[in-house]
Each structure stands twice: as C-alpha cells, then as structure tokens.
C-alpha cells in the first residue's frame, strides 16, 4: 500500500507570511494524483488543492500552490500572504491509478499568528 | 447542491448498544467512502461503494461493524455492539470518479461510554 509521510507535526506562522507544509510518499505507480485537504476546527475536510501526477505543472489555487517533484516524491504545500482562516490541520493524500482509496498523511497542525 | 450530508453530528452511546451512522450522498457522485478519525490512527478508510455495491471493506475493524449502501442517495453504518474503542469521528464522502478530490460530510463524532 501507497504511504504518505508528513514530517512536521506542527508549524507556526505570522499573519502574512508565507509558509511551506511538506508531504512525501511511496509508490511504484507513475500515474496517480495528490491532494491537500484542509481541516479548521469545525471538523469539514476541505479539499484544498489537486495535483495530477502526469501534469509537470504545479497546481496553484490562489494563495495556494504546490512543488511537485515526482521523482523525489514530494508534494510540499506553500501557503501564500497566511490569514488567521489558514488556522488547521492539513493533509497530504495520496490517489493511485487503480483504485479510488485515499490515503491520507498524519496531518500537520498549521497555527497562524496575529 | 446541499454536499454531503450526515446525521446525527453528535452521537453518545453506552458500550453494548447499536449505532446507526446515516449518509446522503451528492447526486451523480458514485463513489461513497466510510472514514474513520482517531487521534492515534489518523484517516482510515473502513469501506466504499461503486454505484452501491461494496468495493472493497478490507479496512472494516470487526464483524460488528457493518455498512449497506441500498440505494443511490443513503448509506449507514452500523456498530453493534459498540465498544468504548470506537469512539472517533466517522465521515461519509462522496467522488465522481478517478482523479477527482473527495466531497466530505460534516463527520459523525461517537463517543461511547
């Protein structure tokens, strides 16, 4: 089974600063897909951003973007002008070609400060 | 579109007593999905559906825990008997296919006692 490797349990980041979440994984597929799931404190998984594996182009969603480094296996998070909402768990998962099954990292708690 | 939608969001219950969690999916997505969410294990997936059929239910903990999909818009899972080791947040989510992100409820937080 594919895992996915979240090293920092915890960050902390000021109010309009730019912050970098990491996510690695394992998998021996060459197609498959990545995603950044956010969670505030009101529970809701939300899915943040999406990356297909094939694509060479970083994803980028607003303040949000991706490195997306395939053969390294990396999939880091950079969080752009952080606002007091970024405040929450996010989660790197992992999607492969043959199945439907996320796979989810520990998850890194992100606090943003004033 | 009302999302994904669970119920109750809050459920406590005594050890031995059976616990119906509900889901109604997003119409058109045919992918439903069971998480669970502890502290100590994370996101585990217990089970998902294909257009109501039961795919694959490899992370189901136990026999006393059960999922039925009988149609398009519901889905339960049951625990019966429950255990205190249950506890944890239980989310329903829905996909339109491979590659797309994973739509979530709002999750189902059991607490048994």
């Known amino acids: 089974a594919q895992t996915v490797t979240q090293s920092q349990p915890e960050m902390s980041v000021q109010e309009a600063e730019t912050v970098t979440l990491s996510c690695t994984y394992d998998?021996?597929?060459?197609?498959?897909?990545l995603f950044w799931y956010k969670q505030p404190p009101s529970r809701q998984m939300i899915l943040v951003i999406r990356?297909?594996?094939?694509?060479?182009q970083n994803a980028t969603e607003n303040r949000f973007s991706v490195n997306f480094q395939k053969a390294a296996k990396s999939f880091s998070l950079k969080i752009s002008d952080s606002q007091l909402g970024d405040t929450a768990m996010y989660f790197c998962?992992?999607?492969?070609?043959?199945?439907?099954?996320?796979?989810f990292g520990k998850g890194t708690s992100l606090l943003v400060t004033p | 579109d009302a999302g994904v939608i669970q119920s109750p969001r809050h459920e406590v219950t005594e050890m031995g007593q059976e616990v119906t969690l509900r889901c109604k999916p997003i119409?058109?997505?045919?992918?439903l999905f069971w998480y669970r969410q502890t502290m100590m294990r994370g996101l585990e997936l217990l089970i998902y559906f294909n257009n109501n059929v039961p795919i694959d239910d490899s992370g189901m903990p136990e026999d006393r825990f059960s999922a039925k999909m009988p149609n398009a818009s519901f889905s339960t899972l049951k625990i019966q008997p429950s255990e205190p080791r249950d506890s944890a947040v239980y989310f329903c989510a829905t996909c339109q296919g491979l590659g797309y992100g994973y739509t979530f409820g709002s999750g189902t937080r059991l607490t048994v006692v």
């Open positions: 998998t021996s597929e060459n197609n498959y897909y």
């Open positions: 998962a992992f999607m492969g070609n043959s199945g439907y099954a996320l796979n």
């Open positions: 119409s058109g997505h045919d992918y």
């Open positions: 990356q297909e594996a094939y694509k060479q």
